[in-house]
């Protein structure tokens, strides 16, 4: 019997890679949340760290088919729970450990709509790795802060260099706001950098997306491409070939039937000096966004706009992606006037938000 650990950014990853080496017939000793080595031990995102025991193949005898699928199942329910054993008990040894005061900032994060084991993670490492006992409130407040802002990470808004072409792609879920974003974005492109644009659609699926860019080019006087196809893409993308910027609008799919075989995603593909955004609503709630996220990965490199965070009970999304995605923030959206309601994130407003100064004058 040999054992090894495998890592990922999430227990799916993680697990993912073990069945693809291992197979079924692993058996999952442990589950466990682990934190990458960095500034305090803290700032850099957790990883998932399964550490399973197997048998080297030649020593593996054949089974029956109900067998190995009960095994499977087996091997599937306990992987589940001992996540769920793993965490809570390690959560609520913690919590009863940490003072009042740190738990009350806990709260506010957990009545903001952070997820509660993210949560309740970023305190208790908090308390671990910075010694603020006989600190005053300011002390802890700022700590707090800073370590918030810390993992929120840097903010990566649209970068064009002169001289050179920049194609922007928005994807993500139906309903999310995105050819609305797009149009708060061309406006300030526009409006404010003089930048020459054009649109492309490929939301050909609804004929209200289309003629609501539509609407959005011409008072803006830019001209918009539709692509029904592939071919049609790559035309309006020659057609646009001396534009500073192309920005492109994408039909919404359920997250759940991605597939590297779509067109938009092999032109994407094909593109070098691009940008992707993930739009994605500051409403959804933590298991959806989880799956959006996962389905999400055949996308390489994405920054992430959170849109309708005035409609959100909190800001914790913000905090929430940032678990469960490694790629950068940019923009948030805080209503559907174009081109005002949408602002590169700031960190600072964030965080203040998140503990408790009502920023961005959300009602409850």
């Known amino acids: 019997m040999k054992v090894k650990?495998?890592?990922?950014?999430t227990a799916y990853e993680a697990m993912t890679k073990l069945k693809?080496?291992?197979?079924?017939d692993a058996i999952v000793l442990n589950t466990r949340t682990v934190r990458q080595k960095g500034f305090f031990g803290f700032f850099k995102k957790p990883i998932v760290e399964i550490t399973a025991a197997f048998e080297e193949k030649q020593s593996i005898h054949s089974k029956l088919n109900m067998d190995a699928k009960w095994v499977e199942i087996s091997n599937e329910i306990q992987d589940i729970k001992n996540m769920i054993e793993n965490f809570s008990t390690t959560s609520m040894e913690e919590i009863e450990k940490l003072p009042n005061n740190l738990d009350n900032?806990?709260?506010m994060l957990i009545n903001e709509g952070v997820e509660y084991g993210a949560a309740t993670l970023i305190i208790k490492e908090i308390?671990?790795?910075?010694?603020?006992s006989n600190k005053d409130e300011k002390f802890i407040e700022d700590i707090i802060k800073y370590s918030l802002m810390e993992y929120i990470g840097d903010i990566r808004p649209i970068s064009v260099n002169s001289g050179y072409q920049k194609v922007i792609f928005f994807i993500g879920p139906t309903g999310v706001g995105k050819t609305t974003t797009l149009a708060k974005i061309a406006s300030q492109l526009v409006l404010e950098k003089k930048y020459d644009?054009?649109?492309?659609?490929?939301?050909?699926?609804?004929?209200?997306a289309v003629e609501q860019l539509k609407t959005y080019s011409n008072i803006l006087n830019l001209p918009l491409k539709i692509a029904y196809n592939e071919s049609d893409l790559y035309k309006s993308l020659r057609d646009f070939s001396e534009k500073d910027?192309?920005?492109?609008?994408?039909a919404g799919k359920n997250h759940r039937d991605l597939d590297e075989e779509d067109p938009i995603y092999k032109v994407l593909n094909t593109i070098n000096n691009k940008e992707v955004f993930l739009v994605l609503s500051g409403t959804t709630d933590y298991i959806t966004l989880k799956s959006i996220i996962n389905h999400y990965d055949i996308i390489e490199d994405y920054k992430i706009i959170f849109t309708k965070m005035d409609e959100a009970q909190g800001l914790g999304n913000i905090i929430n992606v940032k678990t469960l995605s490694r790629n950068p923030l940019s923009y948030i959206t805080m209503g559907q006037n174009v081109p005002d309601d949408i602002e590169i994130l700031n960190k600072d407003k964030i965080?203040?938000?998140?503990?408790?100064?009502?920023i961005y004058g959300r009602s409850s």
């Open 197 to 208: 644009i054009g649109l492309i659609t490929t939301d050909t699926y609804r004929i209200a």
């Open 105 to 107: 900032y806990r709260m």
């Open 5 to 9: 650990k495998y890592t990922g950014t």
């Open 245 to 250: 910027v192309i920005l492109i609008d994408t």
């Open 351 to 358: 965080v203040n938000s998140l503990i408790g100064e009502n």
């Open 20 to 24: 693809n080496e291992l197979g079924q």
């Open 127 to 132: 308390n671990q790795q910075i010694n603020l």
